[in-house]
């Protein structure tokens, strides 16, 4: 991405219309943005990342900050960024949230955040303006113009901090980290989720598999423990113990059941013989029982013989019973008959009357059918009005519904003027509070400015008399070093006087005649030196005379440097100080104020989103217009239905004129009408049934005289008949020799006569039975003691309980033998499955823990991944950190170390002149300033490179030079400034954020930011 035009306007100290053309600059290749401290130098990098990504330089800057304070109120706070792509121009613009004038009345409302993007290839700069941006790509929705500036550039706003604008501060934070937080650095930078998944995945499938394991293990030893086991062993040991008792209960089982047998066959047999006593005891009972009967047998047998004589008269008593019943009936039928014929003579009577009462009341049914005809037409009018009936009815049931609708809306909106009421009033609320709070954040923001104006002040002060108490010092200082410098100087110069001589007395002793001076050549030695020997060790006393006035020098030289810088130092800081604003209050009572305006923030409660409350009235706003329009609509139906309803009631009326009132309800005029005719028709079927009445009461009086004579004549039949009965019943008395009296006691016993005759018959069959039975009995007794069962059965009884006891205790061990061999197959089965399984994932689990650290180095598989990555970032870096310290240092990563921290991105530094490593930690302030610009420079290469959407065709360094001039020297500044110039030579241009007076004379090149009263603004400066 390169930057062509930033245009900011009341954004930051900017409070007008600021246009920074960057098309110069990014040709120097070179370029730097200065300025004072304060003066907004990031704060145009701040408008570009706003501008990309709707965010400010700083994350922990909120986008509504960035609007100017000092900037006009009808100004809004806009950003403009105007930025090739290869071959691709394209321009972005954004607002963010502010709160500007409301265009109507008085108060503030609130703009949300915008933006745009547009594409404009093919457009020269001078075409783009606020009209014609070129072709919109995304407008409006900011997540959608963010999603495309992203897609665009391949990055997002927090790989742009820290791959396009390089922070010193943090990369030398970078820099001295330990592996664990330069991981959290470059894996933001470096998608290595692949491998991270990957070993997330095996050591989640080794946990299950060590969990499962651990658990399966845990279950067989508690099914051992609960069997009373502690290992497999123990456990066949118990099954052969079982065993053995199993076989001896076995036998002891056996045992019992042949002891059981053998008392069971002594009981059966002496039960037997106890059966032939209980036998022969019951016959002699039974025998004795049938005696005492004899005599009761006897009696019985005569009865039944005198009740079969008294069987053969039951005929003709019966006959005499018969004539008498059929008397008693011809008596009733003859009294019954004179009633009746009675009764038939006063119903024919009464019936005549009726008639004769019937035949007066003719009129009044003549009446009634009048009555009849008139209600069938009011019917027959009624029903010829049921349309318009049904046409009223319908009128009215839309006039309810209408009614109900209309109360129902007229209840729905007065809620929402309740509601609306409600809103406004607290909309009003939250506009004052934040009216406070919007003056009280200005206040704080002004205070804030001030109390950082008074802190850079005292700040500086104190710098500026640190300075001079410094400068007084090396003053002192480096006079010491030149008096020293100054002895030495003479002390070698004397020392050198005598080394001379004694040197040409050398020179002289060795010249010959005739030969060439070894100094000057000539062969003719007209006045050679003299002396003597003494002087021969006067070399030793030059050379430490030397050598102690290079030292002198060299403390001289250092000491000058010394100064030199400190007094840079104290101008420049004297500088500063003079540029800095001087604050309207001392600092403690800035401080003061910025407390209390901060306690009166925070006693105004939380921020309400006056926006949202605005759109939220806004909205029932609507909602009520909405709702009073329905409510008229359903007003004007109400209506239209209350005509329509008065209309079908004045034609119902008009058609129901002639019906009375109570009669128009149909149910009623049927119910009348019905009423009318049921009573005509039992008024007519009441005279008809009269005169059927007259004649079938004159038939019934004939017929029930001729009833009476026929019941006369079979009562005096029924009486001759009854006579003879008698006379024939006593006559067979006689001849059976019994009275009525003995009859009439027989008469019970006959119903029983053939009873009797088996129960007598029985008798003596079971007479003849029971002495064939006791004589039989006596003979089985003969010789036979009788038993005692009680002994016999306790001891069978015992026997049970031994054999029960037996099989249950041998029950027991083959249950207890069975289950333990189950366990024993099952737990086996288990072993050899575990083992098999433990087997088979030992390379995963092996495999999941080196992933996961658990190997020499503490390295995991992605932070392992992100250290290849890593290492071409190193050599990227060593590719600048090389020449900018003269190829003394190189950067190499770490993988030793110690204890259980996580290693593989650690980071030390080679240093040629020992020809060892060691940490960078070690490295002097402006050393680790060129190894932190270094590597965040490699780093930058190294993700263009790996990332074939990103470009980064402009990067720009913010601050961090002032080390190299105060420690190192314009020198390492030089070298410093030299890598940087390589950038540009590989298609890249480099922007740097100083206030270092030396990088500004280094860098002509680029911008100068001055800010004054009325806010900052941009001057283009140097020679492009």
Same mark, same amino acid.
């Given at each position: 991405?390169?930057?062509?035009? *930033?245009?900011?306007?009341?954004?930051? &100290?900017?409070?007008?219309?600021?246009?920074?053309?960057?098309?110069?600059?990014?040709?120097?290749?070179?370029?730097?943005?200065?300025?004072?401290?304060?003066?907004?130098?990031?704060?145009?990098?701040?408008?570009?990342?706003? !501008?990309?990504?709707?965010?400010?330089?700083?994350?922990?800057?909120?986008?509504?900050?960035?609007?100017?304070?000092?900037?006009?109120?009808?100004?809004?706070?806009?950003?403009?960024?105007?930025?090739?792509?290869?071959?691709?121009?394209?321009?972005?613009?954004?607002?963010?949230?502010?709160? /500007?004038?409301?265009?109507?009345? %008085?108060?503030?409302?609130?703009?949300?955040?915008?933006?745009?993007?547009?594409?404009?290839?093919?457009?020269?700069?001078?075409?783009?303006?606020?009209?014609?941006?070129?072709?919109?790509?995304?407008?409006?929705?900011?997540?959608?113009?963010?999603?495309?500036?992203?897609?665009?550039?391949?990055?997002?706003?927090?790989?742009?901090?820290?791959?396009?604008?390089?922070?010193?501060?943090?990369?030398?934070?970078?820099?001295?980290?330990?592996?664990?937080?330069?991981?959290?650095?470059?894996?933001?930078?470096?998608?290595?989720?692949?491998?991270?998944?990957?070993?997330?995945?095996?050591?989640?499938?080794?946990?299950?598999?060590?969990?499962?394991?651990?658990?399966?293990?845990?279950?067989?030893?508690? /099914?051992?423990?609960?069997?009373?086991?502690?290992?497999?062993?123990?456990?066949?040991?118990?099954?052969?113990?079982?065993?053995?008792?199993?076989?001896? *209960?076995?036998?002891?089982?056996?045992?019992?059941?042949?002891?059981?047998?053998?008392?069971?066959?002594?009981?059966?047999?002496?039960?037997?013989?106890?059966?032939?006593?209980?036998?022969?005891?019951?016959?002699? %009972?039974?025998?004795?029982?049938?005696?005492?009967?004899?005599?009761?047998?006897?009696?019985?047998?005569?009865?039944?013989?005198?009740?079969?004589?008294?069987?053969?008269?039951?005929?003709?008593?019966?006959?005499?019973?018969?004539?008498?019943?059929?008397?008693?009936?011809?008596?009733?039928?003859?009294?019954?008959?004179?009633?009746?014929?009675?009764?038939?003579?006063?119903? !024919?009577?009464?019936?005549?009357?009726?008639?004769?009462?019937?035949?007066?009341?003719?009129?009044?049914?003549?009446?009634?059918?009048?009555?009849?005809?008139?209600?069938?037409?009011?019917?027959?009018?009624?029903?010829?009005?049921?349309?318009?009936?049904?046409?009223?009815?319908?009128?009215?049931?839309?006039? %309810?519904?209408?009614?109900?609708?209309?109360?129902?809306?007229?209840?729905?909106?007065?809620? *929402?003027?309740?509601?609306?009421?409600?809103?406004?009033?607290?909309?009003?609320?939250?506009?004052?509070?934040?009216?406070?709070?919007?003056?009280?954040?200005?206040?704080?923001?002004?205070?804030?400015?001030?109390?950082?104006?008074?802190?850079?002040?005292?700040?500086?002060?104190?710098?500026?008399?640190?300075?001079?108490?410094?400068?007084?010092?090396?003053?002192?200082?480096?006079?010491?070093?030149?008096?020293?410098?100054?002895?030495?100087?003479?002390?070698?110069?004397?020392?050198?006087?005598?080394?001379?001589?004694?040197?040409?007395?050398?020179?002289?002793?060795?010249?010959?005649?005739?030969?060439?001076?070894?100094?000057?050549?000539?062969?003719?030695? #007209?006045? &050679?030196?003299?002396?003597?020997?003494?002087?021969?060790?006067?070399?030793?006393?030059?050379?430490?005379?030397?050598?102690?006035?290079?030292?002198?020098?060299?403390? $001289?030289?250092?000491?000058?440097?010394?100064?030199?810088?400190?007094?840079?130092?104290?101008?420049?800081?004297?500088?500063?100080?003079?540029? +800095?604003?001087?604050?309207?209050?001392?600092?403690?009572?800035?401080?003061?104020?910025?407390?209390?305006?901060?306690?009166?923030?925070?006693?105004?409660?939380?921020?309400?989103?006056?926006?949202?409350?605005?759109?939220?009235?806004?909205?029932?706003?609507?909602?009520?217009?909405?709702?009073?329009?329905?409510?008229?609509?359903?007003?004007?139906?109400?209506?239209?239905?209350?005509?329509?309803?008065?209309?079908?009631?004045?034609?119902?009326?008009?058609?129901?004129?002639?019906? &009375?009132?109570?009669?128009?309800? #149909?149910?009623?005029?049927?119910?009348?009408?019905?009423?009318?005719?049921?009573?005509?028709?039992?008024?007519?079927?009441?005279?008809?049934?009269?005169?059927?009445?007259?004649?079938?009461?004159? $038939?019934?009086?004939?017929?029930?005289?001729?009833?009476?004579?026929?019941?006369?004549?079979?009562?005096?039949?029924?009486?001759?008949?009854?006579?003879?009965?008698?006379?024939?019943?006593?006559?067979?008395?006689?001849?059976?020799?019994?009275?009525?009296?003995?009859?009439?006691?027989?008469?019970?016993?006959?119903?029983?006569?053939?009873?009797?005759?088996?129960?007598?018959?029985?008798?003596?069959?079971?007479?003849?039975?029971?002495?064939?039975?006791?004589?039989?009995?006596?003979?089985?007794?003969?010789?036979?003691?009788?038993?005692?069962?009680?002994?016999?059965?306790?001891?069978?009884? @015992?026997?049970?309980?031994?054999?029960?006891?037996?099989?249950?205790?041998?029950?027991?061990?083959?249950?207890?033998?069975?289950?333990?061999?189950?366990?024993?197959? $099952?737990?086996?089965?288990?072993?050899?499955?575990?083992?098999? !399984?433990?087997?088979?994932?030992? #390379?995963?689990?092996? +495999?999941?823990?080196?992933?996961?650290?658990?190997?020499?180095?503490? +390295? @995991?598989?992605?932070?392992?991944?992100?250290?290849?990555?890593?290492?071409?970032?190193?050599?990227?870096?060593?590719?600048?950190?090389?020449?900018?310290?003269?190829?003394?240092?190189?950067?190499?990563?770490?993988?030793?170390?110690?204890?259980?921290?996580? /290693?593989?991105?650690?980071?030390?530094?080679?240093?040629?002149?020992?020809?060892?490593?060691?940490?960078?930690?070690? +490295?002097?302030?402006?050393?680790?300033?060129?190894?932190?610009? !270094?590597?965040?420079?490699?780093?930058?290469?190294?993700?263009?490179?790996?990332?074939?959407?990103?470009?980064?065709?402009?990067?720009?360094?913010?601050?961090?030079?002032?080390?190299?001039?105060?420690?190192?020297?314009?020198?390492?500044?030089?070298?410093?400034?030299?890598?940087?110039?390589?950038?540009?030579?590989?298609?890249?241009?480099?922007?740097?954020?100083?206030?270092?007076?030396?990088?500004?004379?280094?860098? #002509?090149?680029?911008?100068?930011?001055?800010?004054?009263?009325?806010?900052?603004?941009?001057?283009?400066?140097?020679?492009?």
């Amino acid at each position: 991405m390169k930057p062509v035009r *930033l245009t900011m306007q009341a954004f930051g &100290p900017y409070a007008g219309r600021e246009v920074v053309d960057f098309r110069s600059a990014v040709d120097a290749g070179l370029f730097g943005i200065y300025g004072q401290t304060g003066s907004g130098k990031s704060t145009i990098f701040s408008a570009m990342t706003f !501008a990309l990504f709707g965010q400010a330089a700083k994350v922990e800057q909120d986008a509504p900050t960035l609007r100017c304070d000092s900037a006009d109120g009808d100004l809004p706070t806009e950003v403009e960024l105007v930025f090739d792509l290869a071959d691709k121009r394209y321009v972005v613009r954004r607002r963010p949230e502010q709160r /500007r004038p409301k265009q109507r009345g %008085t108060g503030e409302t609130r703009d949300a955040h915008e933006a745009w993007l547009f594409d404009a290839t093919g457009l020269a700069l001078d075409a783009i303006t606020p009209d014609h941006p070129g072709k919109i790509i995304e407008e409006k929705k900011v997540a959608s113009v963010g999603k495309a500036i992203e897609e665009l550039l391949g990055y997002g706003s927090q790989q742009f901090r820290q791959i396009v604008l390089l922070p010193q501060g943090r990369f030398e934070a970078f820099l001295a980290a330990d592996t664990r937080t330069r991981l959290s650095i470059l894996r933001d930078l470096f998608d290595v989720s692949l491998y991270r998944d990957l070993a997330a995945t095996l050591k989640n499938d080794a946990e299950i598999s060590e969990r499962q394991f651990r658990e399966e293990r845990a279950i067989f030893a508690r /099914r051992l423990s609960l069997e009373g086991f502690e290992s497999l062993e123990a456990l066949k040991g118990g099954i052969a113990k079982v065993d053995g008792e199993l076989l001896a *209960l076995q036998t002891k089982e056996e045992e019992q059941r042949v002891r059981l047998k053998q008392n069971q066959t002594l009981l059966e047999g002496a039960r037997h013989v106890e059966g032939l006593f209980k036998a022969a005891e019951r016959a002699a %009972t039974e025998l004795e029982t049938l005696s005492d009967r004899s005599k009761e047998i006897d009696d019985l047998d005569f009865r039944f013989r005198s009740a079969e004589k008294a069987a053969s008269l039951l005929g003709f008593k019966d006959l005499v019973t018969e004539a008498e019943q059929d008397f008693a009936k011809a008596d009733a039928a003859h009294v019954k008959a004179q009633e009746q014929a009675l009764s038939a003579a006063k119903e !024919a009577e009464a019936a005549s009357v009726a008639r004769q009462n019937e035949e007066a009341r003719a009129n009044e049914v003549v009446a009634m059918a009048r009555e009849v005809d008139t209600l069938e037409h009011y019917r027959t009018s009624l029903e010829k009005s049921s349309e318009a009936a049904v046409a009223a009815q319908s009128s009215a049931s839309k006039l %309810t519904l209408a009614s109900e609708t209309l109360r129902t809306t007229s209840d729905r909106l007065a809620a *929402l003027l309740r509601k609306h009421q409600t809103e406004t009033q607290s909309l009003k609320v939250a506009q004052r509070l934040e009216a406070q709070r919007f003056d009280l954040d200005r206040q704080l923001a002004t205070l804030d400015l001030n109390l950082k104006l008074a802190e850079h002040v005292d700040r500086a002060e104190r710098d500026v008399a640190s300075s001079r108490l410094r400068i007084d010092g090396l003053v002192a200082g480096h006079q010491e070093a030149l008096d020293a410098s100054t002895q030495a100087r003479l002390g070698f110069e004397h020392a050198e006087r005598r080394l001379s001589d004694v040197q040409a007395l050398y020179l002289a002793q060795k010249l010959q005649p005739g030969q060439p001076c070894s100094v000057c050549g000539a062969t003719h030695h #007209p006045a &050679p030196a003299t002396g003597g020997v003494e002087h021969v060790g006067l070399d030793i006393a030059f050379r430490d005379a030397k050598t102690e006035l290079q030292k002198r020098q060299i403390a $001289e030289h250092e000491a000058h440097t010394e100064l030199a810088s400190a007094r840079g130092i104290l101008a420049e800081r004297e500088e500063r100080l003079e540029s +800095l604003e001087r604050p309207h209050m001392p600092l403690t009572q800035l401080r003061g104020e910025v407390a209390t305006t901060k306690a009166a923030l925070e006693a105004l409660g939380p921020t309400v989103d006056i926006r949202l409350a605005e759109a939220t009235l806004e909205k029932l706003s609507q909602e009520l217009l909405a709702e009073e329009a329905t409510r008229e609509k359903h007003r004007i139906e109400v209506q239209q239905a209350e005509k329509e309803v008065a209309g079908a009631a004045a034609a119902l009326s008009a058609m129901l004129s002639e019906i &009375p009132a109570d009669l128009r309800d #149909p149910k009623m005029l049927d119910d009348k009408l019905r009423a009318k005719q049921q009573a005509l028709q039992e008024r007519e079927n009441a005279r008809r049934a009269i005169g059927e009445n007259v004649v079938k009461a004159s $038939e019934r009086a004939l017929g029930a005289r001729k009833d009476l004579e026929a019941a006369e004549a079979l009562l005096k039949d029924r009486q001759q008949r009854l006579t003879k009965a008698h006379e024939d019943f006593s006559a067979r008395l006689s001849q059976a020799s019994l009275t009525e009296d003995a009859f009439q006691e027989l008469k019970s016993a006959v119903a029983s006569i053939e009873q009797d005759r088996a129960a007598v018959e029985l008798f003596r069959r079971q007479m003849h039975a029971a002495n064939d039975a006791s004589r039989k009995a006596e003979d089985a007794l003969a010789g036979r003691e009788r038993p005692d069962l009680a002994p016999l059965e306790r001891d069978v009884s @015992d026997a049970e309980r031994a054999l029960l006891m037996a099989q249950d205790f041998r029950a027991d061990a083959a249950a207890r033998f069975g289950q333990l061999n189950k366990l024993l197959d $099952e737990l086996a089965e288990t072993i050899d499955r575990l083992d098999r !399984a433990e087997a088979e994932s030992g #390379p995963l689990r092996e +495999l999941a823990a080196l992933m996961d650290a658990k190997n020499a180095f503490n +390295l @995991d598989l992605e932070t392992f991944a992100i250290g290849a990555m890593f290492d071409k970032v190193l050599i990227a870096a060593n590719q600048r950190f090389g020449p900018m310290s003269n190829g003394r240092y190189s950067l190499e990563r770490a993988t030793e170390g110690t204890g259980r921290g996580r /290693r593989g991105l650690g980071i030390q530094v080679h240093d040629i002149h020992t020809g060892k490593p060691r940490s960078t930690t070690t +490295l002097s302030g402006g050393e680790s300033f060129i190894a932190a610009l !270094a590597l965040a420079l490699g780093l930058s290469d190294v993700v263009e490179s790996l990332n074939g959407k990103v470009r980064l065709d402009t990067i720009f360094i913010d601050e961090g030079f002032g080390s190299l001039d105060t420690e190192n020297g314009a020198g390492t500044l030089d070298q410093v400034l030299q890598a940087l110039s390589s950038l540009v030579s590989q298609n890249r241009s480099v922007g740097l954020i100083s206030h270092v007076p030396l990088v500004q004379e280094a860098i #002509p090149n680029g911008f100068y930011v001055r800010k004054d009263l009325s806010g900052s603004r941009v001057e283009h400066r140097g020679v492009f």
